[in-house]
């Protein structure tokens, strides 16, 4: 019998509530472990043949980085505002996860970011990341310098607001607000976008996934930090060098075939019909 995690944020009703109606009803079809995602956090190893993140995205990252190291499926069922990454809703969990149940599904695979924090030769800080790595400055300090090397090549020197590191799975989040591409989620590929860089020629550059980004912060400017996902923060000091590479382990994902990436865009972003020329 299949072990399934239900995974939430049990501090909110609206998530404890969902997690004990859908542990009843589960309990019927396999073996269920509900778990808090803090607890599920701290936990090592993991076991499970399916883990579900019931909350928004932001849930549904960080569960991601807490069972992608053990390979374990992950679906989403969308209980937040935006709803990008998770595939169900409450209104269609229970349709789709008997059909799971019943192997019809199929399982994609995403890349995943390793991002590795440097000071004097020393590791100070090494994560999972799904979405995006990013340098920016505190809301009151002013421009930051980062030195950006691409496979151990000076590329250039950025004066910006910040620069991030995305993947293609995250390329629809900062990188998008920053004016970075959209990538397919199936490549391997990192997005390095610059966050309102002070030189108009500097642009978003598209990189192979098997290449090595390095980010040596710069002296200039005071009040920066790197995030991870928008959730793993380190504060950083002149001399730091951040290390982006793909990591060996892959994120699994459960695609039960409800939606497509192009249907998600088109509904997430509204890419929706012609343009309205008035009332005529």
């Known amino acids: 019998m299949k072990k399934v995690l239900i995974i939430g944020d049990t501090s909110r009703d609206k998530i404890k509530n969902t997690l004990t109606e859908l542990d009843s009803w589960l309990q019927k079809r396999v073996r269920t472990f ?7 956090e701290k936990t090592h190893p993991l076991e499970g043949d399916f883990a579900i993140a019931l909350g928004g995205d932001g849930t549904f990252l960080r569960v991601s980085r807490a069972v992608s190291p053990y390979g ?15 595939e169900l809703t409450p209104k269609d969990m229970y349709s789709y996860l008997d059909k799971i149940f019943r192997d019809e599904y199929k399982i994609d695979t995403r890349m995943l970011l390793k991002c590795r924090l440097e000071r004097s030769g020393t590791v100070i800080n090494e994560s999972l990341g799904v979405n995006d790595a990013v340098i920016s400055r505190a809301s009151l300090s002013r421009l930051v310098s980062v030195k950006l090397f691409i496979d151990d090549e000076d590329v250039t020197t950025y004066s910006s607001d910040g620069l ?3 993947t293609p799975l995250g390329s629809t989040a900062h990188s998008l607000a920053a004016g970075g591409p959209i990538l397919s989620p199936e490549l391997d590929a990192f997005i ?3 966050i309102c860089p002070h030189t108009l020629t500097n642009r978003p550059l598209v990189i192979s996934g ?3 980004v390095e980010m040596e912060v710069g ?6 930090g790197l995030t991870v996902d928008g959730q793993v923060y380190e504060e950083l000091v002149p001399g730091d060098v951040v290390v982006v590479e793909r990591s ?3 994120l699994k994902l459960v695609n039960a075939g409800i939606r497509s990436f192009y249907t998600v865009l088109r509904e997430k972003l509204s890419w929706g019909g012609s343009p309205r020329y008035g009332d005529s």
């Open 210 to 212: 098997e290449s090595k």
């Open 72 to 86: 374990i499926p992950i679906i989403g069922v969308h209980l937040g505002l935006f709803g990008f990454l998770a």
């Open 248 to 250: 060996s382990t892959r």
């Open 192 to 194: 390095i976008s610059p």
């Open 164 to 166: 991030i590191v995305s």
């Open 219 to 224: 002296s200039e400017g005071v009040g920066r």
């Open 34 to 40: 509900p778990i808090d995602i803090v607890q599920a």
